[in-house]
T-cell receptor, first 111, second 117 residues
Framework: AQSVSQHNHHVILSEAASLELGCNYS??????LFWYVQYPGQHLQLLLK??????LVKGIKGFEAEFIKSKFSFNLRKPSVQWSDTAEYFC?????????FGAGTRLTVKP | GAVVSQHPSWVICKSGTSVKIECRSL??????MFWYRQFPKQSLMLMAT?????????EQGVEKDKFLINHASLTLSTLTVTSAHPEDSSFYIC?????????????FGPGTRLTVL
């Protein structure tokens, strides 16, 4: 089965700072890539997804992610974070109906 | 998007009892359903995959006799935690996938928090 690595366990930023969360996966075949967000006490919400086409994917709430196939990466970015972005972020990779999640990155945005 | 519900959303039980959690796909036929477990401040760990009408496939380390999964219809899967113990306390999340989805996407339920006393 494929594995997913999220390099940052806990990121602390001030409001208006730029965000980039790393995600790498190990699988040589075709994959579908996802970023989910989990706000405190809430369930998973899909931020964005990549299946094919333009490797730069735009999602909800101003988030975007770039798929770099040669690096097996799918990093999440946001130019200016808000206090309300404080949450846990999970990268997920789905290959042949087998979805695996990264360990998650906790983002804390200070007002 | 497709909607998946779970019931109950929160359950507290005594050690040694069994608990059943339901997962329903409300507006699509989930040919495959997945059960995940999430410990506090940790990621989702896949427990098992079930196809409608077939036995579930369990991930390594997951006791199939303890976590009974039934996927009797295209809209309902159940997870029964048998003889629950405090270490089974966790957040259980299901998701549904469909062969109709050309994008190999899963739709997640809101989760069920199990607390075993």
């Amino acid at each position: 089965a494929q594995s997913v690595s999220q390099h940052n366990h806990h990121v602390i930023l001030s409001e208006a700072a730029s965000l980039e969360l790393g995600c790498n996966y190990s699988y040589g075949g075709t994959v579908n890539l996802f970023w989910y967000v989990q706000y405190p006490g809430q369930h998973l919400q899909l931020l964005l997804k990549y299946f094919s086409g333009d490797p730069l994917v735009k999602g909800i709430k101003g988030f975007e992610a770039e798929f770099i196939k040669s690096k097996f990466s799918f990093n999440l970015r946001k130019p200016s974070v808000q206090w309300s972005d404080t949450a846990e972020y999970f990268c997920a990779v789905n290959a042949i109906n087998d979805m695996r999640f990264g360990a998650g990155t906790r983002l804390t945005v200070k007002p | 998007g497709a909607v998946v519900s779970q019931h109950p959303s929160w359950v507290i039980c005594k050690s040694g009892t069994s608990v059943k959690i339901e997962c329903r796909s409300l507006d699509f036929q989930a040919t495959t359903m997945f059960w995940y477990r999430q410990f506090p401040k940790q990621s989702l760990m896949l427990m098992a995959t079930s196809n409608e009408g077939s036995k579930a496939t369990y991930e390594q380390g997951v006791e199939k006799d303890k976590f009974l999964i039934n996927h009797a219809s295209l809209t309902l899967s159940t997870l029964t935690v048998t003889s629950a113990h405090p270490e089974d306390s966790s957040f259980y999340i299901c998701s549904g996938g469909s062969v109709d989805s050309s994008y190999n996407e899963q739709f997640f339920g809101p989760g069920t928090r199990l607390t075993v006393l």
